[in-house]
């Protein structure tokens, strides 16, 4: 089937592994409905690829197919690119399992349209302001610190900044692969979110981060406090306003028994601490609903 200019995935993108973790991800953000839904693919132990511009979704099922036999990030490109009659219309990022990168745009693609690809991350993008949207792309991946998921927000951030898609803005994505790092350790999907239509997406896709964090984030020792009897006030005081608690003296046991139900109520059990004790981020969120 033949594509319109209307299929042109205008957008800018990073695909990166950080090997002292065993983690693979890409983040996007497009001038384009749904972006989350085209471009990001990623397989723990295998790779990431990032699949835009005249996008042919195969590449990512096919890519990470061919990671997954043991080709190299750039045999990959080749052997994607090779055999697509459409290949100059296109623009791929692949990472492999050893964070080999290859990036690769098609003489097609409109400009601004390039890739840069570095030590365990490549950065591409098309329709673009300026070549500066990729190189500070790159760059700030380079140097920003925390987990690959923060670093990959970094980078789009600052890509963003620098100028980014000349179209305008409408969506983004994070993807995390690692394995037995999703929910409950039942998956190897640790952060897929999107943002399909917004007019800051990249802000609203670290907003619903930092919560997808406090949600299925382990609790730090640094957090978890006993419960005085000042913050139990505290506490107790604002599961009366939620209507987990009646008003006046409660026991021990009818004030545990409501914090734990508010816990399970809001999706906190990940965050939930033996009898007596808090995690300090979830008495923040409850400061922050009242």
Same mark, same amino acid.
């Given at each position: 089937?033949?594509?319109?200019?209307s &299929?042109?995935?205008?957008?800018?993108?990073?695909?990166?592994?950080d090997?002292?973790?065993?983690?693979?991800?890409?983040?996007?953000?497009?001038?384009?409905?749904?972006?989350?839904?085209?471009?990001?693919?990623?397989?723990?132990?295998?790779g990431?690829?990032a699949?835009?511009?005249?996008?042919?979704?195969?590449?990512?099922?096919?890519?990470?197919?061919?990671?997954?036999?043991?080709?190299?990030?750039?045999?990959v490109?080749?052997?994607?690119?090779?055999?697509d009659?459409?290949?100059?219309?296109?623009?791929?990022?692949i990472?492999?399992?050893?964070?080999?990168?290859?990036?690769? +745009?098609?003489?097609?693609?409109?400009?601004?349209?390039?890739?840069?690809?570095?030590?365990?991350?490549?950065?591409?993008?098309?329709?673009?302001?300026?070549?500066?949207?990729? +190189?500070?792309?790159?760059?700030?991946?380079?140097?920003?610190?925390?987990?690959?998921?923060?670093?990959?927000?970094?980078?789009?951030?600052?890509?963003?900044?620098?100028?980014?898609?000349?179209?305008?803005?409408?969506?983004?994505?994070?993807?995390?692969v690692? &394995?037995?790092?999703?929910?409950?350790?039942?998956?190897?999907?640790?952060?897929?979110?999107?943002?399909?239509?917004?007019?800051?997406p990249?802000?609203?896709?670290?907003?619903?981060?930092?919560?997808?964090?406090?949600?299925?984030?382990?609790?730090?020792?640094?957090?978890?406090?006993?419960?005085?009897?000042?913050?139990?006030?505290?506490?107790?005081?604002?599961?009366?306003?939620?209507q987990?608690?009646?008003?006046?003296?409660?026991?021990?046991?009818?004030?545990?028994?409501?914090?734990?139900?508010?816990?399970? +109520?809001?999706?906190?059990?990940?965050?939930?601490?033996?009898?007596?004790?808090?995690?300090?981020?979830?008495?923040?969120?409850?400061?922050?609903?009242?």
């Amino acid at each position: 089937m033949k594509q319109k200019r209307s &299929d042109i995935i205008a957008t800018f993108s990073i695909v990166a592994h950080d090997p002292a973790t065993g983690e693979w991800g890409v983040a996007v953000q497009s001038k384009f409905l749904g972006v989350g839904a085209v471009v990001p693919w990623a397989k723990a132990g295998v790779g990431a690829v990032a699949t835009q511009a005249f996008a042919n979704p195969a590449y990512g099922p096919e890519g990470l197919g061919l990671l997954e036999q043991g080709l190299s990030a750039s045999e990959v490109v080749e052997r994607l690119t090779s055999k697509d009659p459409h290949s100059e219309d296109r623009q791929v990022g692949i990472i492999d399992s050893k964070g080999r990168s290859a990036s690769f +745009t098609g003489e097609n693609c409109y400009d601004w349209a390039g890739g840069k690809a570095g030590t365990n991350y490549a950065a591409q993008g098309n329709i673009l302001v300026n070549k500066e949207t990729v +190189t500070a792309m790159g760059e700030t991946f380079e140097k920003a610190q925390g987990s690959l998921a923060d670093r990959l927000l970094a980078a789009i951030k600052a890509a963003q900044n620098a100028g980014g898609d000349s179209r305008g803005k409408q969506s983004a994505a994070l993807l995390v692969v690692k &394995d037995q790092a999703g929910y409950g350790g039942l998956s190897d999907v640790a952060v897929d979110l999107r943002v399909d239509d917004h007019p800051e997406p990249i802000e609203e896709l670290d907003r619903i981060y930092q919560l997808q964090q406090l949600y299925f984030g382990a609790s730090e020792d640094s957090d978890v406090v006993e419960i005085n009897e000042e913050l139990k006030e505290e506490v107790a005081n604002r599961l009366q306003h939620f209507q987990y608690l009646s008003k006046g003296e409660v026991s021990d046991d009818e004030f545990h028994e409501a914090l734990t139900t508010y816990l399970h +109520t809001e999706n906190f059990e990940g965050r939930e601490q033996k009898r007596g004790y808090i995690d300090l981020k979830v008495y923040e969120f409850m400061k922050k609903q009242t």
